[in-house]
């Protein structure tokens, strides 16, 4: 006879010291995991549910303005410093680490209209309502030295924005007419107009160095290519774009924050229809930006709110808000893909994270592993019912609450009266309205 | 089974049973390979499954891994896969390139898991008897002098003077808990003999159940349910749960639930402490009672020969399966939730697969009543009749007639059995005392240490207490098919029947019509207003309604016009025939 007994050596099982970690054994046989379902489904509730509870976006707030905000810029080379220009001609430099202020300069007389920092950032220029290009050095001054600009050109011309090319060495302001700039000589080197009004934000994109973008208080879009002597593309939209971002990524994309509280994004190559709108703010937006992945859109509004849209979805998935931030004058999303920043009418810096319930500092590859895991089961259950709603539910001021309301109202009511239309006319005479075009009133 | 290898021929009796196989042949079967490859360090030997074992270099495998054979990549299915020409079908390309690499990746999750059988260290207990020797007549003394020290310890009787005694092990199989009927309650690590604690409750003891864990356990006793810490200390009485006769405890849903006397079923929740759903079944006393592990859902067993399945959810029973033409004895169900053996009280044994509800896959009659039934973890089924117990290699007892595995008789009559998990081993309550005995093969080998460790330590006691409260599974996801959660619901055929029924019969909507208040006209003019309104309505939903009918019926044409017709041809004769 031959018998043998299960049994087990404790010294395979048990760990040898106290300092070493446990031994655990493993055996992915089904019969011994049941309910392998529901107990899955229940470590994804509570998942989506703790990333609600860590939702804590709100880091810090930078005060020391003595006017509404108007501006903001980051430097390209450093993560830790941002530029702000008030409404009263001062800009401040910020170290979002310390979350002190490194320097302050009374640039301009009044208001500064435009920002922006050099490639090495070394340097940072700045427009004013006084129709001067300044700029300045980043390094704020050594003791007893007084704060001087680098240089100063006079335009001929009101400036209201400047952009620096990523690549060449040239930069572009706008205002009455689009002028391309050297920084050794103090004449502008070229200058575009396309129509009579004037534009208020100018981009050059980061991929395309020779692309221009510029929107127009006549409710234009423009683009230029510097290399042509003329501009290249127009679009005139229902109403007036506050501001435009390419995607860093595709430089054929770019997005508009429009004055009727929609943001679209439009493909350069075809211009007839918007790739996508993202709706959900209730006032007019203001300022955008994207994320350095190119993936989301940051967007502050005149309803005191930020938006961030994912990608190509068509509703926000974060809204931020608190109760003292007034209306949002820009936003910028910072280089590292971890943060957002905004300025606001009443003179304060916001720093939040872009990500609303993501851990900050360092995480072990353990805890990586977990929150990789319960991201992955909120994946996995996202459309079952109760954890969509808890992933998806906002807690938002009454003030938004009651505009969504209206807006939502007003939207579907349109959409009846279009299909009462429809179904009370002859068929074929009137057609349906495109969503994603019916904004756009002329391209050339 | 897949672990063929495993259970089967020993060439060596090591006593600590991690003996070394050779390979039978001595020959590389291995189809990838040229050389002779060096033997594996490990205990293991791979070479009689080659789809075990992948050299690997540099963090990449030497060549192509030779397929996992079918039935043990059976075993670790994810469900059907989508059949390639169905993925193929799909419209849209994102579609197609999404399903192909979800497709992908949940066939190299199964592979992987199938090969990660490489990594389980122990192996199976097995009883190999010499010619002429039947295992049946080994006694458990001649057992024990053939085992290690270790499992020779394993085998030991206690004489005790409260019985008939109740038997509970914990979930890891490390702890014990016997419960006497005159009030005698035990619990201790029987590995160590250590005692937790000893107690009379002065009472009458009816059964004893393990909660969560081993720091806590329950006590149905005269009237109510008790509940007991590890040092027997009294923390509940739960007066609610009354003349309760048998206690079982869902742990992943922390549910204790207890069947009494007067035909009450409860749930209750130990983790909140409420009373989750308590139901009248008017069935007479309920003393018949096993949880299926595989989805929570409670079996009674009643007098007029039911089996009864219920979940907290429902008002009536899920499921109610007229088992025996006589009172049900005892009921078991196998740890994989397969299948479920039933006895009754006139001497037969019935096994039922109960994910399909169907059977009985064998019926057997026995030689007698038995007191308990119960499964291990590797399928042996043991049956206790008065003062023996005899235990069978399978629930097939397709050696019924042969004979047992293993029959062991007790001092007094037994009163109840449990095989304790991932040991070989078999607790009987008796009513003398308790013996444990060796039954080689009968528990798991291999322990999952995230689920049941019987190695744990108190620290990761702990750990695995929390983690366990945080995946509670909720009373309302105990139902007969739990993988259906996962499951997208698409309307069954009779419910699409259903709808097209109903639309087929429906009338059309009574229209409401009130015309505004407006200053101008009269009366006249809003009556007239509301006429037409309300016919143009009514000939708009008669118009809609009548259009999705044409649809459904021109699709139910459609449907019939497809049968072959008869052409008055030779090839006639193979149509279907006409039911007259």
């Known amino acids: 006879m031959k018998v043998k007994c299960l049994v087990r050596n404790p010294d395979d099982y048990l760990r040898e010291t106290t300092r070493d970690i446990h031994k655990l054994p493993r055996n992915y046989d089904p019969n011994l995991?049941?309910?392998?379902?529901?107990?899955?489904?229940?470590?994804?509730?509570?998942?989506?549910?703790?990333?609600?509870?860590?939702?804590?976006?709100?880091?810090?707030?930078?005060?020391?303005?003595?006017?509404?905000?108007?501006?903001?810029a980051k430097r390209p080379d450093s993560l830790s410093t941002i530029a702000s220009g008030a409404f009263d001609g001062e800009i401040?430099?910020?170290?979002?680490?310390?979350?002190?202020?490194?320097?302050?300069?009374?640039?301009?007389?009044?208001?500064?209209?435009?920002?922006?920092?050099?490639?090495?950032?070394?340097?940072?220029?700045?427009?004013?309502?006084?129709?001067?290009?300044?700029?300045?050095?980043?390094?704020?001054?050594?003791?007893?030295?007084?704060?001087?600009?680098?240089?100063?050109?006079?335009?001929?011309?009101?400036?209201?924005?400047?952009?620096?090319?990523?690549k060449i060495e040239k930069f572009a302001t706008c205002g009455e007419i689009c002028q391309i700039w050297e920084e050794s000589r103090d004449e502008p080197v070229r200058s575009f107009k396309w129509g009579m009004d004037s534009a208020d934000t100018v981009v050059f994109n980061p991929v395309e160095p020779h692309i221009l973008g510029t929107c127009a208080q006549d409710r234009s879009i423009t683009f230029y290519d510097i290399r042509e002597s003329g501009p290249i593309k127009k679009l005139t939209l229902s109403m007036r774009s506050n501001q435009l971002a390419w995607n860093p990524m595709e430089s054929f994309m770019y997005t508009v924050a429009n004055e009727d509280f929609n943001l679209y994004s439009f493909d350069l190559r075809y211009l007839s229809s918007a790739v996508t709108i993202h709706r959900g703010h209730t006032s007019a937006v203001t300022c955008?930006?994207?994320?350095?992945?190119?993936?989301?859109?940051?967007?502050?509004?005149?309803?005191?709110?930020?938006?961030?849209?994912?990608?190509?979805?068509?509703?926000?998935?974060?809204?931020?808000?608190?109760?003292?931030?007034?209306?949002?004058?820009?936003?910028?999303?910072?280089?590292?893909?971890?943060?957002?920043?905004?300025?606001?009418?009443?003179?304060?810096?916001?720093?939040?994270?872009?990500?609303?319930?993501?851990?900050?500092?360092?995480?072990?590859?353990?805890?990586?592993?977990?929150?990789?895991?319960?991201?992955?089961?909120?994946?996995?259950?996202?459309?079952?019912?109760?954890?969509?709603?808890?992933?998806?539910?906002?807690?938002?001021?009454?003030?938004?609450?009651?505009?969504?309301?209206?807006?939502?109202?007003?939207?579907?009511?349109?959409?009846?009266?279009?299909?009462?239309?429809?179904?009370?006319?002859?068929?074929?005479?009137?057609?349906?309205?495109?969503?994603?075009?019916?904004?756009?009133?002329?391209?050339? | 089974m897949v672990n063929k290898g495993k259970a089967g021929k020993p060439s060596s009796g090591h006593k600590n049973g991690r003996d070394q196989r050779k390979n039978p042949k001595g020959k590389n079967k291995f189809p990838g390979m040229r050389k002779e490859r060096p033997k594996p360090k490990d205990d293991m030997d791979v070479d009689n499954e080659p789809w075990k074992k992948v050299p690997v270099r540099k963090g990449k495998p030497l060549f192509n891994p030779p397929p996992v054979p079918k039935?043990?990549?059976?075993?670790?299915?994810?469900?059907?896969?989508?059949?390639?020409?169905?993925?193929?079908?799909?419209?849209?390309?994102?579609?197609?390139?999404?399903?192909?690499?979800?497709?992908?990746?949940?066939?190299?999750?199964?592979?992987?898991?199938?090969?990660?059988?490489?990594?389980?260290?122990?192996?199976?207990?097995?009883?190999?008897?010499?010619?002429?020797?039947?295992?049946?007549?080994?006694?458990?003394?001649?057992?024990?002098?053939?085992?290690?020290?270790?499992?020779?310890?394993?085998?030991?009787?206690?004489?005790?003077?409260?019985?008939?005694?109740?038997?509970?092990?914990?979930?890891?199989?490390?702890?014990?808990?016997?419960?006497?009927?005159?009030?005698?309650?035990?619990?201790?690590?029987?590995?160590?003999?250590?005692?937790?604690?000893?107690?009379?409750?002065?009472?009458?003891?009816?059964?004893?159940?393990?909660?969560h864990l081993e720091?806590?356990?329950?006590?149905?006793?005269?009237?109510?349910?008790?509940?007991?810490?590890?040092?027997?200390?009294?923390?509940?009485?739960?007066?609610?749960?009354?003349?309760?006769?048998?206690?079982?405890?869902?742990?992943?849903?922390?549910?204790?639930?207890?069947?009494?006397e007067n035909s009450q079923l409860t749930w209750l929740d130990v983790s909140m402490g409420e009373i989750i759903k308590s139901t009248a079944l008017k069935k007479g006393p309920l003393n018949v009672?096993?949880?299926?592990?595989?989805?929570?859902?409670?079996?009674l067993g009643h007098l007029n020969g039911t089996v009864s399945m219920w979940s907290p959810n429902q008002k009536k029973s899920l499921v109610s399966m007229l088992c025996h033409k006589a009172p049900v004895e005892t009921l078991a169900i196998d740890s994989a939730g397969k299948y479920m053996a039933t006895t009754s009280v006139n001497q037969e044994l019935r096994v039922w697969d109960i994910r399909m509800l169907d059977g009985p896959l064998g019926k057997y009659r026995l030689r007698g009543n038995?007191?308990?039934?119960?499964?291990?973890?590797?399928?042996?089924?043991?049956?206790?009749?008065?003062?023996?117990?005899?235990?069978?290699?399978?629930?097939?007892?397709?050696?019924?007639?042969?004979?047992?595995?293993?029959?062991?008789?007790?001092?007094?009559?037994?009163?109840?059995?449990e095989f304790c998990p991932y040991e070989d081993i078999l607790g009987i309550g008796t009513k003398k005392g308790f013996v444990s005995i060796i039954v080689p093969g009968a528990g798991e080998p291999n322990f999952d240490a995230l689920e049941a460790n019987p190695m744990q330590t108190k620290s990761q006691r702990r750990e695995a207490e929390v983690k366990s409260l945080l995946d509670k599974v909720q009373p309302e996801m105990i139902v007969l098919e739990p993988s259906k959660l996962l499951e997208v619901n698409v309307p069954g055929l009779q419910d699409r029947i259903r709808a097209k029924v109903e639309i087929l019969h429906a009338k059309v909507p009574k229209i409401e019509f009130t015309p505004r208040n407006k200053k101008r006209g009269n009366t006249a003019r809003k009556a007239r207003v509301k006429r037409i309104v309300k016919q143009d309505r009514k000939e708009a939903a008669v118009k809609e309604l009548s259009a999705i009918q044409k649809k459904i019926l021109a699709e139910s044409a459609s449907e019939e016009k497809k049968k072959p017709q008869a052409s008055g041809g030779a090839l006639d004769r193979f149509l279907p025939k006409q039911k007259r």
């Open chain 1, 288 to 444: 955008l930006d994207y994320s350095p992945t190119g993936l989301e859109i940051v967007s502050g509004s005149y309803d005191r709110t930020l938006r961030i849209f994912e990608g190509q979805k068509q509703f926000s998935r974060e809204i931020y808000h608190t109760k003292r931030m007034q209306r949002i004058t820009d936003v910028v999303w910072s280089s590292d893909d971890k943060y957002v920043i905004n300025a606001s009418d009443e003179m304060n810096l916001r720093i939040w994270k872009a990500r609303a319930s993501e851990k900050l500092g360092i995480i072990r590859p353990r805890e990586k592993r977990a929150l990789n895991y319960s991201q992955a089961l909120i994946n996995k259950y996202e459309l079952f019912p109760k954890i969509r709603s808890i992933n998806r539910h906002r807690h938002v001021p009454r003030y938004i609450n009651t505009a969504q309301m209206k807006m939502k109202y007003s939207h579907q009511k349109e959409k009846r009266k279009e299909a009462n239309r429809i179904a009370h006319s002859k068929p074929g005479t009137i057609a349906p309205v495109d969503d994603k075009s019916k904004f756009i009133v002329s391209k050339q």
């Open chain 1, 92 to 166: 401040r430099l910020w170290n979002l680490v310390t979350r002190k202020c490194i320097k302050s300069v009374q640039a301009h007389e009044n208001c500064i209209r435009g920002v922006v920092f050099t490639k090495d950032g070394e340097r940072f220029a700045s427009v004013g309502d006084d129709k001067t290009i300044k700029f300045w050095k980043t390094d704020p001054p050594a003791a007893g030295e007084q704060e001087r600009p680098l240089k100063s050109i006079v335009s001929k011309v009101l400036l209201t924005g400047i952009t620096f090319s990523p």
């Open chain 2, 215 to 260: 720091t806590m356990f329950a006590t149905a006793q005269k009237n109510w349910v008790h509940v007991y810490d590890n040092c027997g200390v009294e923390l509940h009485c739960l007066k609610q749960l009354q003349k309760v006769l048998r206690l079982t405890f869902l742990p992943h849903h922390f549910l204790l639930v207890s069947s009494s």
């Open chain 1, 33 to 72: 995991h049941p309910l392998e379902a529901p107990r899955e489904y229940t470590r994804a509730l509570n998942a989506v549910k703790l990333d609600r509870v860590f939702a804590k976006p709100f880091l810090g707030s930078l005060d020391g303005h003595t006017e509404g905000i108007s501006v903001l």
């Open chain 2, 71 to 211: 039935d043990v990549l059976d075993k670790y299915t994810r469900g059907e896969r989508l059949p390639q020409q169905e993925i193929a079908s799909f419209r849209s390309k994102t579609l197609k390139k999404k399903a192909l690499r979800a497709e992908k990746k949940i066939q190299w999750a199964e592979e992987t898991t199938a090969r990660a059988e490489v990594l389980l260290t122990e192996e199976s207990g097995f009883l190999q008897t010499d010619e002429g020797e039947v295992s049946k007549y080994l006694t458990q003394k001649q057992i024990v002098a053939n085992v290690d020290i270790t499992s020779a310890t394993k085998y030991f009787n206690l004489d005790l003077d409260f019985g008939p005694y109740r038997v509970d092990y914990t979930r890891n199989g490390r702890h014990l808990l016997i419960g006497g009927r005159r009030g005698h309650v035990a619990a201790f690590d029987w590995v160590t003999k250590r005692l937790h604690c000893e107690i009379n409750v002065m009472e009458e003891v009816k059964d004893v159940q393990w909660l």
């Open chain 2, 370 to 417: 038995p007191v308990d039934t119960s499964f291990s973890q590797r399928g042996c089924v043991a049956l206790a009749f008065n003062n023996v117990v005899e235990v069978y290699k399978q629930w097939n007892l397709g050696s019924y007639k042969k004979g047992a595995y293993i029959v062991h008789e007790t001092l007094g009559n037994v009163s109840s059995l």
């Open chain 2, 289 to 299: 009672m096993a949880h299926n592990p595989y989805n929570g859902v409670v079996c």
